[in-house]
């Protein structure tokens, strides 16, 4: 299915998939071709998909998880992230009867606060589970704080410009437009910083308990953190889920040059 992490990463409580089906929709309406089932270099070879575009924009999701090579990885009950919310929305799309995966009686810790880990912990404990993560630095990760949403703001700013530049063409008159470079940065950095907020806010509304350090695993069962050099008391659960983020998945033979890919 067309969709992702958006699909597959994301649960039904934090958004809908009719949201999604009727984007996709849209898509298709205005011309847009979708390929399911396909595999670049197999199906579709490279020079015939170089040599038909323009340019070519590799989107093929973060699917190589950053781990932790660190000892107790291997350990029973150590999953990523991305091992466990998958197999709840796809019980939830009705591919699935039943999680091949669950922390049912169980505490869990999970490390990581970006949007795999913060999402895996409020799904948590609606199910009932007493949960906890574990971040180092921001709540909701690379994507809010500095990937996703920031640069969406600062392209909306851009649109924004672009749009009163070109005011003649929906008969309008705008003079003396310019832009604080400064100043659209400070309003990506709000836009950022409220979000994030609004995370911490889902987190203990549910009754997360979040804690502020960085997580090794010492154990079964048993994660040491750290804050500053200093050692916190330990953490015990049946079950912890590494959410420490992933690399972009590259295509064999159509690596990205900054040019065309």
Request: net charge positive.
């Amino acid at each position: 299915r067309i969709g992702g992490l958006l699909r597959y990463g994301i649960p039904e409580f934090k958004m809908e998939k009719r949201h999604l089906n009727r984007r996709l929709a849209q898509m298709e309406a205005e011309g847009t071709e979708f390929r399911t089932n396909t595999m670049v270099g197999v199906d579709l070879p490279v020079v015939e998909l170089l040599s038909d575009y323009d340019a070519v924009v590799l989107a093929c999701g973060a699917t190589r998880s950053r781990d932790l090579p660190i000892p107790g990885r291997d350990l029973d009950g150590i999953m990523q992230a991305m091992e466990f919310l998958p197999w709840g929305n796809k019980v939830q799309e009705g591919d699935l009867d039943r999680s091949p995966v669950s922390a049912e009686g169980k505490h869990v810790i999970i490390i990581g606060g970006g949007p795999g880990g913060y999402v895996t912990a409020i799904r948590s404990a609606q199910l009932g589970f007493k949960t906890c993560v574990v971040e180092k630095q921001h709540l909701s990760g690379i994507c809010l704080n500095w990937g996703c949403i920031p640069t969406k703001a600062l392209l909306r700013s851009a649109e924004i410009y672009h749009g009163m530049k070109n005011a003649e063409d929906y008969g309008l008159t705008a003079k003396g437009v310019g832009f604080d470079i400064k100043k659209v940065i400070a309003r990506s950095r709000g836009v950022s910083g409220q979000l994030s907020q609004g995370v911490g806010y889902l987190l203990k509304k549910n009754n997360v308990t979040v804690v502020d350090g960085e997580a090794k695993l010492a154990g079964p069962g048993r994660v040491d953190v750290n804050k500053d050099g200093k050692a916190l008391p330990q953490l015990t659960a049946k079950h912890v889920i590494i959410a420490t983020g992933a690399r972009p998945r590259a295509l064999p033979g159509l690596g990205a040059d900054g040019k065309v890919v």
